[in-house]
């Protein structure tokens, strides 16, 4: 643990362990599992092997009005960043993250998209809070650096266009502010009663898609998978994972294999796990999490072939959906990736802003001219499934 003292009446406190978690930890994070001491057991138990996590409480005297998660990340200790780009653009990346970029301190989660990294109560501004969690990063990289690891890169994420003008721009000077993909927000309006409700608002061209993928999957089965059952099929999920994570754009962390049987442990009936079979055959998954009025969508897997005969994760987005609106929610995280057919089923796009600096100023100077080079923009067409 590390206390710094800071312009009056603020202090903060870093911790390694849940354990050490002031007694009010909870009272803050009410309103975001994510923040949650059931969450940041699973960040210290189930983490990727790459990445460290500490917790940040920030006081008012004695008073808790602010919590706080940072993630370090080591990405030199990662074999593949992802295999979705050609040869010689992957090898110079690789190089460039392995040797000048490698150890990230990340505040925020970098697990998740959307602004599940802090939260204050009304006795700080958001302002005055993410002005302390700069200072806090600073005594993390000293803490880090204690035990070896020199942080190249210090990131804040995910940022909304609202959240960064609450942040007081200027504070971040010499931070790069980026953008990658959107987070893409379904939200469920007051006439979505059912989910027959959602399919009579669809246009003939959407209402036929959906058809045409229900008959797709007509041999496929459903179920939502208890524990013992995760932990059975524990082997075939990581493999369905993975199949899925190697082939994303960009990848920072690889789960270990026990990561959704310790968050069935920790969240119980907050978090679902839906297996996909034929026969007996477990061909995908997918999980949600119940997080107050919202559902947030995770980690999800399948096979690639049944995944293109059976239209099996558009089949999977319709049955979140089908939940979410049947049970009463009041939106669907559906994070990023796969914009395109995110908004066919009626997602909307939010832009996510994070701020990175370099520790080297030199490359920092460099580092809003090659940041598009590593990632560009995506280009995806926007659809709307609605009658107009």
């Known amino acids: 643990m590390s206390l710094l003292i800071l312009t009056e009446p603020y202090t903060f406190q870093i911790y390694s362990a849940v354990a050490q978690l002031p007694t009010a930890w909870d009272s803050i994070a009410v309103s975001n599992i994510f923040l949650s001491k059931a969450y940041m057991g699973i960040a210290e138990k189930s983490a990727p092997t790459n990445m460290q996590s500490h917790f940040i409480g920030v006081f008012k005297g004695s008073d ?47 697990m998740l998209t959307g602004q599940n990294g802090y939260c204050f109560s009304d006795q700080i501004t958001t302002a005055d809070g993410i002005t302390i969690l700069m200072k806090a990063a600073i005594a993390l990289k000293k803490i880090l650096s204690a035990k070896g690891f020199k942080t190249h890169l210090t990131i804040f994420k995910d940022f909304s266009e609202q959240e960064i003008k609450k942040t007081k721009l200027t504070r971040f000077k010499t931070f790069y502010k980026f953008s990658t993909q959107p987070n893409m927000v379904f939200n469920i309006t007051a006439d979505l009663n059912t989910f027959d409700d959602y399919i009579d608002c669809l246009n003939k061209k959407y209402r036929d898609q959906y058809k045409r993928a229900r008959k797709k999957a007509d041999t496929i089965s459903k179920r939502k998978l208890s524990l013992e059952e995760i932990v059975t099929y524990n082997s075939r999920i990581h493999e369905l994972y993975l199949n899925v994570a190697k082939n994303a754009p ?30 007996d055959e477990l061909i995908g998954f997918n999980t949600l999490i119940k997080n107050g009025n919202d559902i947030d969508t995770y980690f999800l897997g399948y096979d690639d072939h049944y995944q293109r005969e059976k239209m099996l994760y558009l089949n999977m987005l319709y049955d979140m959906i089908a939940y979410s609106i049947n049970k009463g929610y009041k939106k669907i995280i559906f ?25 080297n100023y030199f490359v920092n100077l460099l580092v809003s001219k090659t940041f598009r080079y590593f990632e560009p923009k995506i280009e995806w067409q926007q659809r709307n499934p609605f009658k107009s």
């Open 64 to 110: 808790l009005v602010g919590i706080a998660l940072s993630q370090f990340i080591n990405l030199s200790e990662l074999n593949s960043f992802g295999e979705r780009d050609a040869r010689l653009k992957t090898t110079i990346r690789n190089f460039v993250f392995k040797n000048i970029s490698s150890k990230v301190l990340v505040i925020g989660n970098n």
């Open 335 to 359: 994070a990023r990736t796969a914009l395109e057919i995110k908004s066919s089923v009626g997602a909307q796009p939010l832009e996510m802003y994070g701020l990175m600096k370099h520790s």
């Open 250 to 279: 960009f990848n920072t962390f690889y789960l270990p294999e026990n990561h959704f049987e310790t968050f069935k442990e920790s969240l119980k009936d907050k978090f679902l796990f839906y297996g996909y079979f034929i026969e």
